[in-house]
């Protein structure tokens, strides 16, 4: 007789605590195991700690599973997570998988898992939280629900058949872009390229920017062509000009030619410049304004959602025109120093014109100079003719400087000891 029960939806992103009630990471999914007559059992938990490293936590050692919260015993082998032969991630593999229910009245697709806990402390998979077929034709509307216990369904899949990844991005949606990013690296390949195909395009090129490059090179080539071009649309203009400079020639060219012109032109003039100059590191689109337009005006240019943290800090002041290339740079408004003034106050009277911007051609060592020096969080870059082409930022300065894997690099990381597979008889609390 089951005497817990609790749904793998909501115990994701759950925090987990060790005894002494300090925060040890977060749950991102469960780990179970097949078994030939009995329903799955669970072997453990992937938790994030901190450093965006997903680690397993064995079932064992979970003293408690309560709302919000789960408490360990404190023992965690901070190894990153590797799924071994036979293990299969509920969030990640389960979710969207269509089964067949056993009593005849035909499919259903996973929607959400209940884990329960037994009188002898093991976890099984319980009840499944399903959704069948629509029954109207409204594109509003969504199937009944229903729930069914493992042993009353069975999994079929055609071949050629993708599983529906759209209950699993759902589950993504509240993650930042670079634990989105670190997410998706972690799920098999195969269950990572259905989900890049299901997720917005803003939020896929959101993640591919927060990835290593043969990660981004990787599922580029796995999208289509017209959808690969829509999400190098949507990425920062550097961080696009990045990416397709790795790629052969005719392969770039070829996107290039399916992205939007404008945004084609912004990568094809930063793919001009060094991969290790201001103009290569730098990104076309700064907050530009005029000499006229007021505090008020630009503090709602800083406003706008999307717009990163680094750039917002600061509007560069030019001459028309007042898109990259702009007419010549006037100087800097800091936004720190915008709260000083009075809405209606024009940005012309408070420009900072003692910083002197770069040349394209800069190095990257001279840029990290200079923001360092002056404790800048962005700084302009100009042509020869003193016109604005763009702005260096400290995070692109350091995507440069950090070695090429430092996404996933851990220094302290070992090679985690060998393990037997899992097997119907494993037993839950044997340390991983």
């Known amino acids: 007789m089951s005497t817990q029960r609790v749904f793998v939806a909501r115990l994701a992103g759950c925090t987990v605590f060790d005894p002494s009630g300090d925060r040890v990471g977060r749950v991102r999914d469960v780990v179970v195991i097949y078994r030939k007559d009995d329903p799955p059992r669970v072997v453990g938990l992937v938790v994030e700690i901190p450093g965006r490293r997903h680690v397993f936590l064995s079932i064992g050692r979970v003293t408690s599973i309560a709302t919000g919260q789960v408490i360990t015993t404190g023992l965690i082998n901070v190894r990153r997570f590797q799924q071994r032969g036979g293990e299969v991630r509920v969030m990640a593999e389960l979710l969207g998988r269509k089964v067949y229910l056993n009593d005849g009245s035909g499919h259903a697709v996973i929607e959400d898992v209940a884990i329960e806990r037994s009188r002898l402390g093991e976890w099984d998979i319980g009840q499944l939280f399903l959704r069948r ?43 930042r872009p670079a634990d989105l990013a670190n997410t998706l690296l972690d799920l098999p390949d195969e269950r990572l390229l259905e989900v890049a195909e299901e997720l917005p395009d803003d939020r896929l090129a959101d993640a591919l920017e927060e990835m290593p490059e043969e990660d981004q090179i990787h599922i580029l080539e796995q ?29 770039l060219e070829q996107l290039l030619d399916l992205m939007e012109p404008e945004e084609a032109e912004d990568v094809r003039e930063l793919l001009k410049y060094g991969p290790d100059t201001a103009g290569g590191l730098m990104t076309s689109e700064p907050i530009i304004l005029s000499a006229d337009a007021t505090v008020a005006e630009a503090l709602a240019l800083i406003r706008r959602h999307e717009l990163h943290p680094a750039l917002a800090a600061s509007v560069f002041i030019t001459l028309p025109p007042y898109e990259t290339p702009t007419g010549r740079l006037l100087g800097t408004v800091h936004f720190q120093r915008m709260l000083r003034y009075p809405p209606h106050e024009r ?36 042509d020869k003719a003193h016109r604005l082409v763009g702005a260096v930022s400290v995070d692109d300065v350091l995507d440069y400087l950090l070695p090429d894997d430092w996404r996933s690099h851990d220094a302290d990381e070992q090679p985690a000891p060998a393990r037997p597979a899992p097997t119907a008889r494993a037993t839950p609390g044997v340390p991983r």
């Open 133 to 175: 077929p629509k029954t109207s034709a409204s594109p509003f509307a969504k199937g009944p629900t229903t729930f069914a216990n493992w042993r009353d369904v069975r999994e079929e899949q055609n071949p050629g058949e993708a599983q529906s990844a759209e209950q699993l991005v759902a589950t993504f949606s509240e993650l």
């Open 223 to 251: 999208l289509g062509d017209e959808r690969a071009a829509d999400i190098l649309d949507a990425m920062e203009p550097d961080d696009a000009a990045d990416l397709l400079g790795q790629l052969p020639e005719t392969r």
């Open 347 to 382: 940005v012309g009277a408070i420009i900072d014109d003692t910083l002197e911007p770069l040349p394209t051609t800069a190095s990257a060592a001279e840029v990290a100079r200079l923001l360092a020096s002056y404790d800048l969080v962005s700084v302009p870059v100009v």
